[in-house]
C-alpha cells in the first residue's frame, strides 16, 4: 500500500521556516470490509483447546444457552464488573490469582468485542497432562517434518549444483587437490607442520613431486565425463 506526500518542496532552504507535509493514506476499504464480514460470520460459539483449559468465544446467549455460564455471572450484568469476572465454582473471585486457573471449578469471562464475551474453562489435571503431552509430541513431530524439508531442498539444490558444474569445474577441483597436497610436502619438508614431525629425504622428495607433476599433467590432458552408476545417482545429504 503506497502513502501519498501531497505538496511541494522548496528548491532552497529558508532558516526558521519549518515546512509540514500533509500526508494522505488510502483507507484500506477492501481489508476493513473483509474483517467486518469475518467477524459478522463468526460461529455463535467456538471453541479452543488447550493444556491449560478450554477457551470459548461466543454471544451472552449462546454462552447461557451451552449451559457454560449463568446470565448474571456476565461482565456488565448488575454487581458485577463491567469488564472480566472470575469465579472459583459460584463464588466470585474480586482480583486474579493465577494458581485459581488449575482448580476445579475455576472459571473467567471477559469482553471480546462487541456483544462477544471469552469464557476460560479449567479442566481435570489428568486431562491437562494428556493434552500437554499430545502436543509436545505434534511439536516434535512438527519438527521432524520441517528437518527432512530441509534435508530435502539441501538435496535438490545439491542435485542443481552437481548439474551445473562442468568437466572444467571437475578438472580445477582435482588439480587444487593436488596443489594442496603439494603444499603439505612442503610444509613438511620445512618443518612448519603440527601435527608430523617427519619428513622425506631430498631425493625421496623430488620423486614424489615428480609423481604429482605427472599426474597434474594427466588430468590436463584427460576429458571427465558424467558418471552413470546408480550409487552415485542416489547420493544424498546427510544433515547432522
Given at each position: 500500500?503506497?502513502?501519498?506526500?501531497?505538496?511541494?518542496?522548496?528548491?532552497?532552504p529558508?532558516?526558521?521556516?519549518?515546512i509540514?507535509?500533509?500526508?494522505?493514506?488510502p483507507?484500506?476499504?477492501?481489508?476493513l470490509a473483509?474483517?467486518?464480514?469475518a467477524?459478522?460470520?463468526?460461529?455463535?460459539?467456538e471453541?479452543?483447546?488447550?493444556?491449560?483449559?478450554?477457551?470459548?468465544?461466543?454471544?451472552?446467549?449462546?454462552?447461557?444457552?451451552?449451559?457454560?455460564?449463568?446470565?448474571?455471572?456476565?461482565p456488565?450484568?448488575?454487581?458485577?464488573?463491567k469488564?472480566?469476572?472470575?469465579?472459583?465454582?459460584?463464588?466470585?473471585?474480586?482480583?486474579?490469582?493465577r494458581?485459581?486457573?488449575?482448580d476445579?471449578?475455576?472459571?473467567?469471562?471477559?469482553?471480546?468485542g462487541?456483544?462477544r464475551?471469552?469464557?476460560?474453562?479449567s479442566?481435570?489435571?489428568?486431562?491437562?497432562?494428556?493434552?500437554?503431552?499430545?502436543?509436545?509430541?505434534?511439536?516434535?513431530?512438527?519438527?521432524?517434518?520441517?528437518?527432512?524439508?530441509?534435508?530435502?531442498?539441501a538435496?535438490?539444490?545439491?542435485a542443481?549444483?552437481r548439474?551445473?558444474?562442468?568437466?572444467?569445474?571437475f578438472?580445477?577441483?582435482?588439480?587444487?587437490r593436488?596443489?594442496?597436497?603439494?603444499?603439505?610436502?612442503?610444509?613438511?619438508q620445512?618443518?612448519?607442520?603440527?601435527?608430523?614431525?617427519w619428513?622425506l629425504?631430498?631425493?625421496?622428495?623430488?620423486?614424489?613431486?615428480?609423481?604429482?607433476?605427472?599426474?597434474?599433467?594427466?588430468?590436463?590432458?584427460?576429458?571427465?565425463v558424467?558418471?552413470?552408476?546408480?550409487?552415485?545417482?542416489?547420493?544424498?545429504?546427510?544433515m547432522?
Amino acid at each position: 500500500m503506497a502513502t501519498r506526500i501531497i505538496g511541494q518542496g522548496l528548491a532552497a532552504p529558508i532558516p526558521h521556516l519549518r515546512i509540514v507535509a500533509r500526508v494522505e493514506v488510502p483507507q484500506p476499504t477492501a481489508v476493513l470490509a473483509e474483517k467486518r464480514k469475518a467477524l459478522r460470520d463468526r460461529a455463535p460459539l467456538e471453541l479452543e483447546r488447550h493444556p491449560a483449559g478450554d477457551f470459548f468465544n461466543g454471544t451472552a446467549d449462546a454462552l447461557v444457552a451451552a449451559g457454560l455460564c449463568r446470565r448474571d455471572q456476565l461482565p456488565g450484568e448488575p454487581g458485577n464488573p463491567k469488564v472480566s469476572t472470575r469465579f472459583l465454582g459460584d463464588r466470585p473471585l474480586r482480583r486474579y490469582i493465577r494458581s485459581c486457573r488449575t482448580d476445579p471449578g475455576y472459571l473467567s469471562i471477559c469482553r471480546s468485542g462487541k456483544g462477544r464475551y471469552q469464557l476460560f474453562k479449567s479442566i481435570p489435571e489428568e486431562e491437562s497432562d494428556r493434552r500437554q503431552a499430545a502436543r509436545d509430541q505434534a511439536l516434535q513431530k512438527g519438527e521432524r517434518e520441517r528437518q527432512e524439508a530441509r534435508c530435502q531442498a539441501a538435496e535438490s539444490r545439491l542435485a542443481q549444483e552437481r548439474r551445473a558444474r562442468t568437466a572444467q569445474d571437475f578438472q580445477a577441483s582435482l588439480l587444487g587437490r593436488i596443489d594442496r597436497f603439494r603444499d603439505f610436502f612442503n610444509v613438511l619438508q620445512r618443518g612448519e607442520d603440527l601435527v608430523y614431525d617427519w619428513c622425506l629425504k631430498q631425493g625421496d622428495m623430488q620423486a614424489a613431486l615428480a609423481c604429482l607433476a605427472g599426474l597434474e599433467q594427466a588430468i590436463r590432458n584427460v576429458v571427465p565425463v558424467r558418471h552413470t552408476s546408480a550409487k552415485v545417482a542416489n547420493l544424498r545429504v546427510v544433515m547432522s
